[in-house]
């Protein structure tokens, strides 16, 4: 599979939805990010989480393997974004034993016209902006599912599910970059579904996550760290038979991403 396809379709653990919208609960119509491809969707979300403040300057980014694992493309391709990234000013190279890629500062309007002056890269970002809609769409879809499958899961799970939501959550709380906590967030909502033992609500779960999971932007680490608050409070309501709270806690969880996530910073621009 192409690069192009990973970006489009494939989540970063596992296959991605195919024919989604042609059955069940449909989500919205195909993205526009579906157009553009690996290289430039990598380039817009870093160009969007520095330009919408999610990143700050001088922050230090992912290794391209780590980018390239929480992107779902290859480290070619991850490679080859840092690399535009860098020539446009938005991220800056330093080699050696104490070097990475890091956060140029908040992109210029000398940046800006450089990746839209990029063609692909420019409409990607567009594709981005268009698919708000989209995005709020999966997140509602996304908190009901959740929700659901958190209340079965409350009587459903067994022990061992609830040492590994319990492992994951101390993997997010170690993690060193956005790239780490996102691999681990991730195992953790999939383990929630499985645990809810209802294996077709549980699929569509994860089709509707991995749609929403191509939308998602680099954060500063410091704000994953305190939402993982939430995610602890979750296992305790599981860990108690508490079929209203953890209903609660992963609709609320879920639905903060209309404000945390890049739509809902487009949105306060707005």
């Given at each position: 599979?192409?690069?192009?396809?990973?970006?489009?379709?494939?989540?970063?653990y596992?296959?991605?939805?195919?024919?989604?919208g042609?059955?069940?609960l449909?989500?919205?119509?195909l993205?526009a990010?579906?157009r553009?491809?690996a290289?430039?969707?990598?380039?817009?979300?870093?160009?969007?989480?520095?330009?919408?403040?999610?990143l700050?300057p001088?922050?230090r980014?992912?290794?391209p393997?780590?980018?390239?694992?929480?992107?779902?493309?290859?480290?070619?391709t991850?490679?080859?974004?840092y690399?535009l990234?860098?020539?446009e000013?938005?991220v800056?190279r330093?080699?050696?034993?104490?070097?990475?890629?890091f956060?140029?500062?908040?992109?210029t309007a000398?940046?800006?016209?450089a990746?839209?002056?990029a063609?692909?890269?420019g409409?990607?970002?567009?594709?981005?902006?268009?698919?708000?809609?989209?995005?709020?769409?999966?997140?509602?879809?996304?908190?009901?599912?959740e929700?659901?499958?958190a209340?079965l899961?409350?009587?459903?799970?067994?022990?061992?599910?609830l040492?590994?939501?319990?492992e994951c959550?101390?993997?997010m709380d170690?993690a060193?970059?956005?790239?780490e906590?996102?691999?681990a967030?991730?195992?953790?909502?999939?383990?929630?579904?499985?645990?809810?033992?209802?294996?077709?609500?549980?699929?569509?779960?994860?089709?509707?996550?991995?749609?929403?999971?191509?939308y998602?932007?680099?954060?500063?680490?410091?704000?994953?760290k305190?939402?993982?608050?939430?995610?602890?409070?979750?296992v305790?309501?599981?860990?108690?038979?508490?079929?209203?709270?953890?209903?609660r806690?992963?609709?609320?969880h879920?639905?903060?991403l209309?404000?945390?996530m890049?739509v809902?910073?487009?949105d306060?621009e707005?």
């Amino acid at each position: 599979m192409t690069d192009e396809g990973a970006a489009h379709g494939v989540g970063s653990y596992g296959v991605g939805p195919s024919g989604v919208g042609s059955h069940g609960l449909e989500s919205p119509a195909l993205g526009a990010i579906r157009r553009t491809s690996a290289v430039d969707t990598v380039r817009a979300r870093i160009w969007l989480g520095v330009t919408l403040g999610m990143l700050s300057p001088g922050q230090r980014l992912p290794t391209p393997a780590e980018t390239a694992r929480a992107f779902a493309v290859s480290e070619m391709t991850a490679r080859r974004a840092y690399r535009l990234l860098d020539a446009e000013g938005v991220v800056t190279r330093v080699r050696g034993a104490s070097g990475g890629t890091f956060v140029a500062g908040a992109p210029t309007a000398a940046s800006g016209a450089a990746l839209a002056a990029a063609g692909t890269a420019g409409a990607a970002l567009d594709a981005y902006r268009e698919d708000a809609a989209r995005v709020h769409a999966l997140i509602d879809q996304r908190a009901v599912l959740e929700a659901g499958l958190a209340a079965l899961a409350s009587s459903a799970r067994t022990d061992a599910e609830l040492g590994a939501l319990a492992e994951c959550v101390g993997r997010m709380d170690a993690a060193r970059d956005w790239a780490e906590f996102r691999e681990a967030d991730a195992a953790f909502h999939d383990t929630l579904a499985a645990a809810a033992h209802a294996p077709g609500a549980a699929e569509l779960h994860r089709r509707v996550s991995y749609e929403l999971y191509e939308y998602f932007i680099p954060y500063r680490l410091e704000y994953l760290k305190r939402s993982n608050a939430e995610h602890l409070l979750l296992v305790e309501a599981l860990t108690n038979v508490d079929a209203a709270e953890a209903s609660r806690l992963a609709a609320a969880h879920v639905a903060e991403l209309h404000d945390s996530m890049y739509v809902g910073r487009l949105d306060a621009e707005r």
